[in-house]
């Protein structure tokens, strides 16, 4: 029976981007989707690379740094290899922040006069405007290049395969059991996302933290250029004229229905930002799932299985922090120091 060095539990962003780092490092490496890979989490995103000290967690603070940091040559590396486009755009942040938020020094704050001549599409409004300098991808056609790069390396897929379990010997990993059959490797990484707390040995606290977005045609390409975001909605221009619109947190389990009155209310808080919004076409409306954690950080190393890691819980951070995670978790797996401090995102802080 064949048999791999490691097994990649989930074909997401974070799955594919780790079998792919795996890969460099010579691992055979056999990735198994329950699904379609890239199809739940990574299909569903947004795509902005935010990794302000506003809105991320200080114990996050450095990894999501150096991860933004990463993204152009990750995904220049995977638009080459694939053949690809991801459209990751660097025109930068207008961001209105809730007015209860306390703003860091190194914001710049935007005059009426220059926010008139970033973007002249948007709403007079009062609130004061910040830009950061923030990148931007397309999560769909980054996904696609990163699936493209896993083949093409030599990456094994399986999919439209539950993983029902984790199987030990002696306490230490010889593989899994699937829906449809069972697979051999003496190191398993659990990628699963939003269902990765369903696979055995070890019960991790994820939980599936629902987000609606709605897509735009712009009435002209140019209308918006840069990401805007305020307390009510958030916009991402992409190249060929869509227009990204989200998107909501809400706790409904596996739930990914949309909502016509959610979605409206999206669209309207659109238009309120740039009022030529209302000769938009509306594309398309879709839900998907964030893997949420109870303290809001992602889960990263090793379990007290041997043999059994675990790379899930990136909430709404799962697209930034597709790079550092595969560099870091690629390093654990196969033994190598690791150049940050994963304590804060250890499983080891939700045993008993």
């Known amino acids: 029976m064949k048999n791999w060095d490691v097994i990649v539990i989930g074909g997401g962003i974070i799955g594919l981007s780790l079998s792919i780092e795996l890969r460099k490092k010579g691992a055979r490496v056999l990735v198994i989707e329950r699904g379609e890979p890239g199809r739940e989490a990574s299909h569903a995103a947004g795509g902005m690379l935010v990794d302000c000290a506003l809105e991320t967690p200080p114990a996050l603070q450095p990894v999501a740094t150096a991860s933004a940091r990463m993204y152009p040559e990750f995904a220049h590396e995977l638009e080459v290899e694939s053949g690809t486009k991801v459209d990751l755009r660097d025109q930068g942040t207008i961001l209105f922040p809730p007015a209860e938020h306390a703003i860091p020094s190194t914001f710049s704050v935007l005059t009426p006069t220059q926010l008139t001549e970033l973007e002249p599409a948007l709403s007079e409004l009062n609130d004061p405007a910040f830009f950061l300098k923030e990148r931007s991808v397309d999560p769909r056609a980054l996904t696609a290049a990163a699936l493209k790069t896993a083949k093409n390396r030599g990456v094994d897929f399986s999919s439209g395969d539950s993983v029902t379990a984790v199987n030990l010997s002696d306490g230490h990993v010889i593989g899994v059991t699937t829906s449809k059959t069972s697979f051999l490797a003496s190191k398993v990484v659990n990628c699963a996302g939003a269902w990765s707390g369903q696979i055995g040995p070890h019960a991790f606290p994820t939980r599936p933290v629902k987000g609606q977005i709605l897509c735009l045609v712009m009435p002209s390409r140019m209308l918006l250029k840069h990401v805007v975001r305020s307390p009510e909605v958030y916009l991402i221009p992409r190249s060929d004229g869509r227009l990204l619109v989200g998107a909501t ?104």
């Open 249 to 352: 947190i809400e706790e409904a389990e596996f739930d990914k229905r949309t909502d016509a009155s959610t979605i409206q209310r999206l669209h309207q808080a659109a238009i309120a930002l740039v009022p030529k919004l209302l000769d938009a076409k509306i594309l398309e409306a879709w839900a998907g799932l964030r893997p949420g954690t109870p303290d809001a950080l992602p889960i990263l190393g090793a379990t007290d299985t041997p043999g059994y890691y675990v790379a899930t819980g990136h909430f709404r951070d799962g697209i930034l922090l597709a790079p550092i995670t595969a560099q870091v978790m690629a390093n654990v797996i196969t033994g190598i120091q690791c150049d940050y401090d994963l304590t804060p995102f250890s499983p080891r802080r939700f045993s008993p």
